[in-house]
Structure formats: structure tokens, C-alpha cells
């Protein structure tokens, strides 16, 4: 079993910055990826930045040159740097983490999220 705890959301202003942080405790586990996904009230969860093992990153062209994701492998760690945030941004923040299975699957663990409110 995987737990997954994500922190680091709040209130900020637009234009300003907030740093998440997402932990993967548990034992006898591998970590084939992190990502980071955000549901807006009323409307779909949707991946807003991902990384690999490898240190692969994608992102939702939303926050590409505003958001930076980044891997800690060695303590199964994964952050979300959000910079010149905006309105549009606010949302609940969820952190996955993909596990190989030993049927050569993979399994996706999720935190419960954390709130991240821009607004003046």
C-alpha cells in the first residue's frame, strides 16, 4: 500500500507563487512516475504537470512557462513550483503516483488534495 500526501496550497494573490509538495510513504515500492492534476469546482480533473523516473516532464500547455515539476527519487517526493499564478488557477490540487504492479501493470495512488485559491 501506497500513501500519498500532498501540502504546500493556500491563498495568493495573481502573480504570485506557491510551492506543493507531494510524499509517497509506504514499503516495497518503485515509482514509475508523479503527477500533479487539479479540479476546478464544477468541472473535470485534468493533468496539469507530470514527471518520470527518468525526470520526463510534460505539461498542460495552461502553465507551461509558469509551472516547473521536479522529483526527489531518493525520498519519493514530488513539487509543483507555480509561478505568476492566476485566477484562472484556483483549484483543488492532486497529487498521483504511478507503481508498476507485478502483473507488468502500473497502479496509480492518490493524495487527498490540497487547495490552492488565487484571488486579490
Known amino acids: 500500500q501506497v500513501q500519498v500526501v500532498e501540502s504546500g496550497g493556500g491563498l495568493v494573490q495573481p502573480g504570485g507563487s506557491l510551492r506543493l509538495s507531494c510524499a509517497a510513504a509506504g514499503s516495497g515500492f518503485i515509482i514509475a512516475g508523479m503527477s500533479w492534476f487539479r479540479q476546478a469546482p464544477g468541472k473535470e480533473r485534468k493533468l496539469v504537470a507530470g514527471i518520470t523516473s527518468g525526470g520526463t516532464t510534460e505539461y498542460d500547455d495552461s502553465v507551461k512557462g509558469r509551472f516547473a515539476i521536479s522529483m526527489d527519487n531518493a525520498k519519493k517526493e514530488v513539487y509543483l513550483q507555480m509561478n505568476s499564478l492566476k485566477t484562472e488557477d484556483t483549484a483543488v490540487y492532486f497529487c498521483?503516483?504511478?507503481?508498476?504492479?507485478?502483473?507488468?501493470?502500473?497502479?496509480?495512488?492518490w493524495g487527498q488534495g490540497t487547495p490552492v485559491t488565487v484571488s486579490s
Open positions: 498521483s503516483v504511478v507503481v508498476p504492479t507485478q502483473a507488468g501493470g502500473r497502479r496509480a495512488y
